[in-house]
């Protein structure tokens, strides 16, 4: 008898379904949104707990013996004027995160994601010359890898920590360090923040990167091909164009040489293939 | 001690009979071999030239009693014979892969020298050099900001005056101590005097 009437009143409770429809996809929405940045916090977290208690075990044995480099090296004894780091130091600010757009930024980022005192550590050790560079056998051949003598596990570690790091997503990879296989190449990542945080104009850190250069480049074992006078290098299976540059010019940040002389046929430097040949600028 | 009936050259190509090509041991030796565009053989003479032989009859400077170079120059350079010299030069050498370097300084190589080598004078490769560089760049090094690596660098066979001198010891030891890898070395410990003796050919500086 009073369809007509019934019929507006149905319509008009629909509208609170739909707002409670909705409501209810907000809220999984914004569960899920939550609980994902609480998934991705809690594996920063777990990281960071582990620095943590690493750094804790570190702190126990200087406790021990209070100057732990002049064991090694009598050089440090004297007060080392610490490698002011400008990118460790900018990084031990807390910083909020940023959404990293320039190679600068990803790599800042990479540094806020290791621990700073493990990175001095490392820094203060390259800077004492305490380290050597030395080509090792890897699957593909040689590789150039840093070892550290004042702190052997800490670069380990951190190159283990960089790896997953890198392969969670948590830091972005600068795309030169991206290999022609497509994987992350962690030991060069370790050499560019060693590297990077060696940029300062202080003598003894010019010093320490001149000669970081140097026993990277003399270490390498790659062969190349000089042809009209103009040499030539082939991509081998885990190399990135950092990589690349570290092996012929010492320096991770060197890619940039490569990459400006080959454009013709790398589009990005994360896009190097095995087997291309490249061309080698003469240093 | 010298006539060798059979062997009047080893020098050849195709033109040679296979029966004054075969070795003793029945191994053929192919000599000829072009260098920078120009035809080269390593060929057997049936007469002794005495009169250069004796020329290369040198005594090396330091020797006190009993002047021979030892047999092992440097650990892990190997010590190597005629044929190793004549195979390296006719394949590697003339492909642009490898150097016959002659240690002995200009005047003594004047007397005549192994077709094929290149002049490395001892007395030229010491750290004082400021060419230094230079030359293991032409050795194919790399360099950058005065530090070499040897990946590229070739793959060499040092040669002197022969077991009385020790120009090449001395040069390999130079290379070793710059950093060149010892298994890219090796010594012709026969040098000028034994290849003479066997009759091999050399050229000089009218040739």
């Known amino acids: ?283 | 001690m010298f006539s060798r009936k059979s062997v009047a050259a080893i020098a050849v190509g195709v033109t040679i009979s296979t029966s004054l090509m075969a070795q003793e041991d029945g191994e053929i030796i192919s000599t000829a071999f072009t260098l920078g565009g120009v035809e080269k053989s390593f060929s057997q003479g049936q007469t002794l030239d005495t009169e250069t032989l004796v020329s290369f009859h040198r005594k090396g400077a330091d020797c006190d009693q009993i002047c021979i170079a030892p047999e092992i120059a440097a650990d892990g350079v190997q010590t190597v014979g005629e044929r190793d010299v004549i195979a390296f030069v006719a394949s590697t050498v003339s492909a642009g892969n490898g150097l016959l370097i002659d240690s002995r300084e200009p005047d003594q190589r004047a007397a005549g020298y192994i077709s094929g080598s290149v002049s490395v004078p001892t007395s030229l490769v010491q750290s004082d050099n400021p060419y230094l560089t230079d030359i293991m760049l032409a050795l194919g090094a790399r360099a950058l900001e005065g530090t070499l690596n040897y990946s590229d660098a070739m793959p060499l066979i040092v040669f002197d005056d022969g077991p009385t001198t020790f120009d090449a010891p001395a040069l390999i030891a130079q290379l070793i101590a710059q950093g060149y890898p010892a298994e890219k070395i090796s010594y012709y410990h026969g040098g000028m005097l034994v290849w003479t003796a066997l009759g091999l050919n050399t050229e000089d500086a009218n040739s």
């Open chain 1, 1 to 283: 008898m009073n369809m007509p009437d019934y019929t507006p009143a149905k319509s008009s409770s629909a509208t609170p379904w739909i707002i409670a429809v909705g409501a209810v996809t907000f809220a999984i929405g914004a569960v899920g949104a939550f609980a994902l940045a609480q998934m991705n916090q809690s594996r920063q977290n777990d990281a960071i707990a582990v620095l943590a208690a690493q750094l804790a075990d570190m702190q126990v044995t200087r406790g021990q013996s209070p100057d732990l480099l002049a064991v090694t090296a009598p050089v440090a004894a004297t007060p080392v004027s610490i490698p002011s780091a400008s990118a460790v130091l900018a990084a031990r600010t807390p910083t909020a995160p940023v959404v990293a757009t320039s190679q600068e930024d990803k790599v800042a980022e990479a540094i806020a994601m290791v621990n700073r005192n493990k990175m001095r550590m490392l820094t203060e050790g390259v800077v004492a010359g305490l380290y050597s560079v030395t080509a090792e056998n890897a699957e593909g051949g040689s590789r150039i890898a840093l070892n550290s003598r004042n702190a052997a596990s800490t670069a380990a570690e951190l190159e283990a920590l960089l790896a997953k790091a890198a392969e969670n997503g948590d830091i972005d990879v600068p795309d030169s360090i991206a290999t022609a296989d497509g994987k992350v190449d962690s030991q060069t990542l370790l050499f560019e923040l060693v590297q990077r945080s060696l940029q300062g104009s202080s003598e003894s850190e010019v010093a320490a990167a001149q000669e970081m250069r140097a026993r990277a480049f003399a270490a390498s074992a790659a062969k190349t091909e000089v042809v009209a006078g103009n040499r030539y290098y082939t991509v081998q299976a885990g190399d990135s164009l950092a990589y690349i540059a570290l092996q012929f010019y010492g320096s991770t940040n060197a890619y940039e040489t490569i990459f400006a002389a080959n454009r013709a046929k790398v589009a990005s430097p994360d896009q190097i293939k095995i087997g291309q040949r490249l061309l080698i600028p003469e240093a």
